[in-house]
């Protein structure tokens, strides 16, 4: 996971938009991904996008990239006390296996 | 419909033990990855099986091997077992090998003691 890099904490208050940011270093074409992991558990897969492509909304999600800065970008809108979790950014690199960054903890207070 | 599916849930081994977890993968997917998530990180890249072939490797020492059977399902084998090897074992799976969409089990938690 070292060429994917998350800031490791965010805190926001429910009702709130939440952005959790990531960078890359993979610079040929590529997918990118957030998973989510709640505690004890395994990684659920919440959307995805193409290098080519530029922005991707999906309910409540919406996933912005940057491909000349390499960054990602994750916007849960009207976070609820259930988006608390850690996200994971991850590329998939030229072998198909996914590298992910460390994570960014989500809280999200009442 | 069955997601990924891994057993046990939890095991506690001591150093220098072996140990074998299985994955299942969802239907109709054939290729299965396995990662390792240490406590704090993120996952990290151990294995891909598609069609029963190995199709890639992390930098893991040779004491970690896998395999996948006739019905997709994979085995991942840890020899002498480190004190370092306590981690949540992480199952993937995704229809082809280009592992566009890769769906995870709850992970097998090994505790080495």
């Known amino acids: 996971g070292e060429d994917v890099e998350q800031s490791l904490f965010l805190s926001v208050r429910e009702g709130d938009s939440s952005v959790i940011n990531c960078t890359y270093t993979d610079s040929s074409s590529t997918y990118l991904y957030w998973y989510k992991q709640e505690p004890g558990a395994g990684l659920q897969l919440l959307t995805y996008i193409f290098s080519n492509m530029d922005m991707k909304q999906d309910q409540r999600l919406t996933v912005l990239l940057n491909k000349k800065d390499k960054h990602l970008s994750l916007r849960i809108a009207d976070t609820q006390t259930g988006d608390s979790a850690i996200y994971f950014c991850a590329e998939r690199n030229s072998g198909y296996a996914l590298n992910f960054g460390k994570g960014t903890s989500l809280l999200v207070t009442p | 419909d069955a997601g990924v599916t891994q057993s046990p849930t939890h095991l506690i081994k001591t150093r220098g033990q072996h140990v074998t977890l299985r994955c299942s993968p969802i239907?109709?997917?054939?290729?299965v990855s396995w990662y390792q998530q240490v406590l704090g990180q993120g996952p990290q890249f151990i294995f891909q099986?598609?069609?029963?072939?190995?199709?890639g490797r992390g930098n893991f020492p040779d004491r970690f091997s896998a395999r996948q059977f006739p019905n997709y399902s994979s085995e991942l084998n840890v020899n002498a077992l480190l004190l370092g090897d306590s981690a949540l074992y992480l199952c993937?799976?995704?229809?082809?090998?280009?592992?566009?969409?890769?769906?995870f089990g709850q992970g097998t938690r090994l505790t080495v003691v």
């Open positions: 993937a799976s995704s229809l082809s090998q280009m592992n566009t969409e890769a769906f």
């Open positions: 239907s109709g997917h054939k290729s």
């Open positions: 099986y598609y069609e029963k072939e190995e199709r």
